[in-house]
């Protein structure tokens, strides 16, 4: 691991954690473990993302007692250009940015392709999906992580669905 920091202060402290591990651990045990981060680190990436206009926050009520919030798009740009690129990867061949290659990867893993490509038959972006998640080591180890963290997910929600049940 190279441990230099890279400048961003939510990669750096990953990335001290991981430099600091006794033994080499898979990209799915180092999700597993920090799960517990994971509601304030999105908190603060959404925050990064309205900062920087490229979302908006905002707040609904209904029926005056539940409050959530939104974060739509602001600023279309980026957006633009990320489903151009990964667009033009999927349908067109080109090759991925590891970056790209993790987005295509977490869109297999999430089962998100109908909504990412609306535009493309169903079937043939699933397929696509399936050989771009299966075809690269770095999307093997993205499409697993996410496998596992869905696992844990199921796996909460069944254990306190049946210690809990409703009377």
């Known amino acids: 691991v190279d441990a230099r920091p890279t400048g961003d202060p ?7 954690n991981i430099s600091g591990a006794r033994k080499p651990r898979k ?6 473990s920090h799960q517990k981060l ?3 680190l999105q908190e603060r990436l959404l925050d990064r ?9 905002e707040t609904r009520e209904v029926l005056w007692v539940f409050h959530f919030k939104r ?7 980026p957006e633009r250009a ?9 349908f067109e061949g080109k090759a991925p940015t590891p970056d790209c290659a993790a987005l ?3 869109i297999h893993a999430c089962s998100l392709g109908r909504e990412v490509f609306p535009d493309h038959p169903h079937k043939e972006t699933q397929q696509r999906l399936k050989a771009f998640a299966e075809s690269d080591r770095l999307a093997k180890a993205v499409t697993e992580s996410i496998a596992a963290v869905t696992m844990l997910i199921m796996s909460i929600v069944l254990t306190s ?3 809990y049940p409703r009377s």
């Open 10 to 16: 939510i990669l750096d402290n990953a990335l001290l």
């Open 27 to 32: 990209a799915r045990d180092w999700l597993l």
């Open 49 to 57: 993302l309205v900062q920087a206009g490229v979302l908006r926050r």
């Open 161 to 163: 669905t049946t210690m």
């Open 104 to 106: 295509l990867c977490l």
């Open 38 to 40: 994971a509601p304030s």
């Open 71 to 77: 974060y739509p798009t602001e600023e279309e740009r």
């Open 82 to 90: 990320i489903r151009k690129e990964i667009h033009g990867v999927l």
